[in-house]
């Protein structure tokens, strides 16, 4: 029985926003402003909330201006895309990041797309995402851009790999295939209608599980030696009557002795999500502000 090397996303994300600072404060000696990155939430979800104040406090600790935006549940769509643009009108805003999902009442395809494709942080605009289709340099959705760090980080090159993705989202699962495409992976994107899911899990060199399902892959479902990143954060009750605990969309304690490296939750993806958003608000304000990028380590 082997054990698992244990992918530490927390302190990758902690040397990644270290590095973002550096470049920040470079960045603002020669633009002579901050990068700035605006985030809307709309609506009072708790978990939005937690993740937008987080947001927030990293970006003033990376030495970079936030802006946040807390509208109410009852906003209108109309008055929500005027926000959106006086937010691609500002000269100070380099990202934007509208808190997904939205108030049912609102259109989210239709905000999205009224987001300057130069401050789109979050990867998530027709013109994003038909750049990374077509193998072209732009922003790049935060969290799977993240696990393909961690992948590189752990592998080094990935060329030729299997690599099965389990989950087909807009956030998730599509980019993440993408990027696996771009870095020569033999790519298999699997989802709620696949036929015979552990049978294609086991073919894969690489598994990125990101589903919503608490424990969903199974210790036998990998290949020995696999490396498995756990994208899930799912809450479920934990032993202790009335307590919860957080669980990955894989079995950690199974997997982790067949695996090669595995993500753990918390500590593993998590982490990353937010450092590479700050990393995109860093590039794209380089871009904006017309000023050279010095550290590609970024
Ligand atoms: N909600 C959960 N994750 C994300 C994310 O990465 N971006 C946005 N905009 N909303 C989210």
């Not at 700035?36 to 947001?55: F, H, T």
């Not at 380099?94 to 009442?105: A, S, Y």
């Not at 193998?135 to 090159?157: A, E, I, N, Y």
Request: proline share 6%; net charge negative; aromatic share 2%.
């Amino acid at each position: 029985m082997t054990t698992a090397a244990i992918i530490d996303g927390k302190a990758f994300a902690a040397d990644l926003r270290a590095r973002v600072a550096v470049g920040a404060a470079a960045f603002e000696r020669q633009a002579g402003r901050k990068a700035g990155l605006a985030v809307v939430l709309v609506g009072e979800d708790p978990a939005s909330q937690v993740y937008v104040r987080n947001k927030g406090k990293q970006t003033v600790e990376a030495g970079m201006a936030s802006f946040e935006h807390k509208l109410p549940a009852d906003t209108t769509q109309a008055d929500l895309i005027a926000l959106v643009e006086r937010l691609n009108a500002d000269p100070l805003v380099d990202g934007i990041l509208v808190q997904l999902p939205l108030p049912g009442h609102l259109d989210e395809q239709a905000v999205v797309e009224r987001i300057s494709p130069d401050k789109d942080v979050d990867g998530l605009t027709p013109t994003s995402t038909g750049r990374l289709a077509l193998g072209l340099p732009g922003l790049v959705p935060c969290t799977p851009l993240g696990c393909l760090m961690l992948l590189k980080d752990r592998l080094g090159s990935l060329s030729g790999l299997d690599a099965v993705v389990i989950g087909r989202s807009i956030l998730v699962g599509k980019p993440m295939a993408q990027l696996l495409l771009a870095e020569s992976c033999t790519v298999t994107i699997a989802h709620s209608r696949t036929q015979n899911l552990p049978e294609v899990v086991r073919r894969a060199d690489i598994v990125v599980a990101a589903v919503g399902r608490p424990e969903m892959v199974k210790a036998d479902w990998l290949k020995p030696g696999a490396t498995v990143i756990d994208v899930g954060i799912n809450r479920v009750p934990a032993a202790e009557e009335g307590k919860t605990r957080l669980v990955g969309d894989v079995d950690f304690a199974g997997a982790s002795a067949v695996a090669g490296a595995i993500t753990p939750v918390p500590g593993g993806v998590g982490p990353m999500t937010i450092a590479v958003l700050l990393r995109n608000t860093l590039v794209a304000a380089h871009r904006n502000a017309g000023v050279a990028l010095e550290d590609d380590a970024l």
